[in-house]
Nanobody, 121 residues
Framework: QVQLVESGGGLVQPGGSLRLSCAAS????????MGWYRQAPGKERELVVL???????NYADSVKGRFTISRDNARNTVYLQMNSLKPEDTAVYHC???????????????WGQGTQVTVSA
């Protein structure tokens, strides 16, 4: 029903930058929220940032001032610019969306499969 295509992960040195993108497609009527979670080895999945339809954002304290989310509503795409990366940012980053599908009256959330981000010297 909804496909999420993530890209942009990779290996980067500490202090470097990466830009993730996630494009949503399918029988989408409306998107309420787009954002990112991450999961490091041996840890629970945690919020990175969410971007709601009213343009409000919610960043994890650990990424404030370093990561910036943006959203292209015409393309149903969300981006995550990650600067000043640290080794502790190493994780699988999952795209997350809350959408309403055509013909549906309720909102549903979907997860991307994830893209690996590794920060290492």
């Amino acid at each position: 029903q909804v496909q999420l295509v993530e890209s942009g992960g990779g290996l980067v040195q500490p202090g470097g930058s990466l830009r993730l993108s996630c494009a949503a497609s399918g029988n989408i009527l409306s998107i309420h929220t787009m954002g990112w979670y991450r999961q490091a080895p041996g840890k629970e999945r945690e919020l990175v940032v969410l971007y709601s339809s009213d343009s409000s954002t919610n960043y994890a304290d650990s990424v404030k001032g370093r990561f910036t989310i943006s959203r292209d509503n015409a393309r149903n795409t969300v981006y995550l610019q990650m600067n000043s990366l640290k080794p502790e940012d190493t994780a699988v980053y999952h795209c997350y969306v809350v959408v309403k599908l055509t013909g549906w009256t309720s909102w549903h959330d979907y997860w991307g499969q994830g893209t690996q981000v590794t920060v290492s010297a």
